[in-house]
Each structure stands twice: as structure tokens, then as C-alpha cells.
């Protein structure tokens, strides 16, 4: 196998984060813009997350901001990341990306994770040590409709599907939409732990791996390796370029400037904002590059060495190369994005990233101009 890559590809995902105090409407019309910006720049692709009872993260369905988003835009790929598959039918699911598949004529793609928001999961009921083996089944259970015909009967441990005693042909009662990319739009599945059960799913299936943004570098690569050797058992051939890896990057047009408005804008303030929430439920686990580390020590002054790279286009790209060096190659860096407190250094730093850094990561990288 070769870990040689062509050119490395550039996303973008919004959890999204925004302030409470911003009007919703404008939120969301923000987000808007800021997919329309992304396809300008050449963003390959735009994920936007799930919750349901966050002030903070606002949106509660992604797939109806994509619907929306794909009425502005003309190429880039949408996807919601994660659908939170321990908080809905798998069988609605199904449906519903398959329907929204072919509103995008194929420009969806998906990503099936466990939503972990202690609320959300109060909310549907979804407990919290079930989220793996929820995951993997409706993961299961929907591919399995997408690839068959009525009757239906799929039996599960957490739900059960059966369709077959109303089933007509004649009339095409009975019959579970089929997504409109064969056999389905391309599926990620997100990591955010060593020798993650996910990564182990994705490498199993054949999926493509997702590293997680809150996550440290040495954790990146363990996922690597746990998606490579789950794959390689499933008789599959792990590409590099399938690898995704998520990071909190903001530009500026010198190394201070940038270091000090990623510690206080939007970005800074998400990252603390994450720390507290952690700080409610099970600690900073998430966050440490080795688990002897105290909670107090994963501050935001580490996180800016660790989590977040903040710097002029030459510091990011020193960054980007150490941490290409201990996870190996990957094929798309997810810019991760948040609320414009200040748009006019948010579109700025978007600029850079498109027109300067990502052309000199793959010329140093790939040896590629993009």
C-alpha cells in the first residue's frame, strides 16, 4: 500500500457554534453565506453537525440546511456529520437520506456517528453506553434497505423492522426509497479516542475515517492505525486518501496576529466553551495527547499546541507538516469554522487557508500545485 498522495483535498465542517445573543435567523443566514464562500474558494466539501437542546449549536436537522444550502450552490458536497444514529429510526433515516440524495442529484455525502450530547440523549432516550452498538446496528439495518427489496424483517437488539404484510407490488406500496448514488453516498464515520470501536466499524465496512477536531495528534494516528488494521482483517484495502482529519486553523496575515485572535474570537471561546461542558459530564479525557495528564493542564495555552494551529500561512504549514508526521498522509483537511464575531479576519483567514496554504501543503506534500 502506498502512502503517496495526489493532492490533498480541503472541507469544512460547522458544529455550528454560535452566540446565544445573535438573532437564529442570522445564524443560520451566516452559515449560508459561508457555504456559498467555501464552493467559491474551492472547498471539495461542507459538513454541518447535529444537536437538538444546545443554545450554542443550532442546528437541529442538517439535512434541511443542506436541502436549503443546495439551492445556493453548485458543486461543493454537503453532508451531515454525524446523523446521530442513536437518536432516530433507522428506517426514517434511510428514507431520508435517500430522498435527499436525489434533491442533490449525488452531491451528498454522509456521515453516521452516535450523538453524545447528555440532553439530546435524555431527550430520545438513547443511553449513553449503548451509542457504539446502536451506531453499528442502524448502520447495518440501513444499508441493508438500501440494498434490498420489500418484505422487510430486520431484527435488531435496539429496534426491529417489519414490512411485509401491507407490501403490494402492484400498486408500490412497501418499497424504502433507494439513495440515487450507487449503492449509496460515500459514508465517513468519526474517531475520537485510541483504538476507537468507530474506526474499527469504518475499517470494517469499508467507510472513510474521520478525525475528530478536539482530538490530539498521537490519538489521529492510533485511529489510523486501529481503521487500517480493521480493514486490512475485513480483506479490505485501506487508502490514505480516504483519511479525514478535522483541525481549528485560523490565519492572519502575521503568526501574533492570528495566535491573538484564535485565543479570544470565536474560535478560543469554542474550545473553553467545550471544556466546561466536558468539566460537567466525564473530564478533558477528549482533549489529552496522554491520559496522566491533569484536567487543569488542558487549558487553552495547550490546546493553541496541540488542538488549534494559528499562525501566518508559513507558521500553519510548519504545524500542518509536524502533524502529518506523526499521523501519516491524509486525503482531506477539514477546516473547522465558527461564529463571525469579527467577518471581515474570518473571511481573511478563509483566503489564506485556500489561496495560500493548502497550495503550498500539496506542493510540499504531493509535490502538486493546486
Not at 483535498?9 to 438573532?23: A, Q
Not at 442529484?105 to 453524545?116: E, H, T, V
Not at 402492484?170 to 439513495?179: A, D, F, M, R, S
Not at 493542564?297 to 494551529?309: H, P, S, T, W
Request: proline share 6%.
Amino acid at each position: 500500500m502506498s502512502d503517496k498522495l495526489k493532492s490533498i483535498r480541503y472541507g469544512m465542517f460547522i458544529m455550528p457554534f454560535h452566540d446565544p445573543s445573535k438573532p437564529l435567523s442570522r445564524c443560520h443566514e451566516e452559515d449560508l453565506e459561508l457555504v456559498v464562500r467555501a464552493e467559491e474558494l474551492g472547498f471539495s466539501e461542507f459538513w454541518i453537525g447535529e444537536h437538538h437542546t444546545m443554545k450554542y449549536e443550532t442546528v437541529v436537522m442538517p439535512e434541511i440546511f443542506i436541502a436549503r444550502a443546495l439551492g445556493e450552490t453548485k458543486r461543493i458536497r454537503l453532508g451531515p456529520a454525524p446523523v446521530c444514529l442513536n437518536q432516530h429510526h433507522p428506517a426514517h433515516v434511510a428514507g431520508r437520506l435517500a430522498f435527499l440524495d436525489h434533491l442533490s442529484k449525488g452531491r451528498l455525502n454522509l456521515c453516521f456517528g452516535a450523538g453524545s450530547v447528555a440532553t439530546d440523549q435524555e431527550l430520545f432516550g438513547a443511553e449513553p453506553k449503548n451509542a457504539s452498538a446502536m451506531v453499528e446496528e442502524a448502520t447495518e439495518m440501513i444499508l441493508r434497505m438500501w440494498a434490498s427489496e420489500p418484505p422487510y424483517e430486520i431484527s435488531g437488539k435496539f429496534w426491529s423492522i417489519s414490512l411485509k404484510k401491507s407490501v403490494d407490488a402492484e400498486t408500490g406500496l412497501g418499497y424504502i426509497p433507494k439513495p440515487y448514488q450507487h449503492p449509496h453516498p460515500p459514508i465517513a464515520v468519526p474517531g475520537t479516542s485510541m483504538n476507537s470501536p468507530s474506526m474499527r466499524m469504518a475499517g470494517k465496512h469499508g467507510f472513510q475515517p474521520f478525525g475528530h477536531c478536539l482530538i490530539a495528534g498521537n490519538v489521529l494516528a492510533d485511529q489510523w492505525r486501529t481503521y487500517e488494521s480493521a480493514a486490512l482483517e475485513a480483506g479490505r484495502k485501506p487508502e490514505r486518501s480516504a483519511f479525514k482529519v478535522a483541525r481549528s486553523i485560523f490565519l492572519a496575515d502575521t503568526t501574533k496576529e492570528a495566535q491573538g485572535l484564535a485565543r479570544t474570537n470565536s474560535l478560543g471561546k469554542n474550545f473553553e466553551y467545550i471544556g466546561r461542558l466536558c468539566d460537567k459530564g466525564n473530564g478533558r479525557r477528549m482533549f489529552k495527547r496522554n491520559q496522566s495528564m491533569s484536567d487543569s493542564a488542558c487549558n487553552l495555552d495547550y490546546m493553541m499546541g496541540e488542538q488549534i494551529i494559528a499562525g501566518n500561512p508559513d507558521e500553519v504549514l510548519r504545524r500542518l507538516l509536524g502533524l502529518i508526521e506523526e499521523t501519516g498522509p491524509f486525503g482531506t483537511l477539514v477546516l473547522m469554522s465558527y461564529d463571525w464575531d469579527d467577518k471581515p479576519s474570518w473571511l481573511r483567514s478563509m483566503d489564506l487557508f485556500a489561496r495560500e496554504l493548502m497550495p503550498a501543503l500539496n506542493k510540499t506534500v504531493c509535490g502538486a500545485v493546486t
